[in-house]
């Protein structure tokens, strides 16, 4: 069993900050790469940012310069700093990992979700 945990959300005022945390336990051999998401209602889900298992990060143009993805392989954890955030950042947020299993099996995981609501 592989398990994903956020953390972080929140109520924040347009131009302050969040940082997500998101840590993944249970039976891994290997995590490739991991990523954010985000829901907002009455939207489809969208990648936000995402980091290879050697640290090339990519973004979506909506954040580029405003959030920072990283990872810190040692605690298995996938962090979002979020910055300069805006009220169309409001939204359910999500982190995925691309996970290699004890048992050699290779799945994409999904967390829980964590809500970040941004007021204007």
């Known amino acids: 069993q592989v398990q994903l945990v956020e953390s972080g959300g929140g109520v924040v005022q347009a131009g302050g900050s969040l940082r997500l945390s998101c840590t993944v336990s249970?039976?891994?051999?290997?995590?490739?790469?991991m990523g954010w998401a985000r829901q907002a209602p009455g939207k489809q889900r969208e990648s936000v940012a995402i980091?290879?298992?050697?640290?090339?990060?990519t973004y979506a143009d909506s954040v580029k310069g405003r959030f920072t993805i990283s990872r810190e392989n040692a605690k298995n954890t996938v962090y979002l700093q979020m910055n300069n955030l805006k009220p169309e950042d409001t939204a359910v947020y999500y982190c995925?990992?691309?996970?290699?299993?004890?048992?050699?099996?290779?799945?994409?995981?999904w967390g829980q979700g964590t809500q970040v609501t941004v007021s204007s």
């Open positions: 249970g039976s891994i051999f290997r995590i490739n790469a």
């Open positions: 980091i290879t298992s050697d640290g090339t990060s």
């Open positions: 995925n990992a691309a996970i290699t299993s004890t048992a050699y099996r290779y799945n994409n995981y």
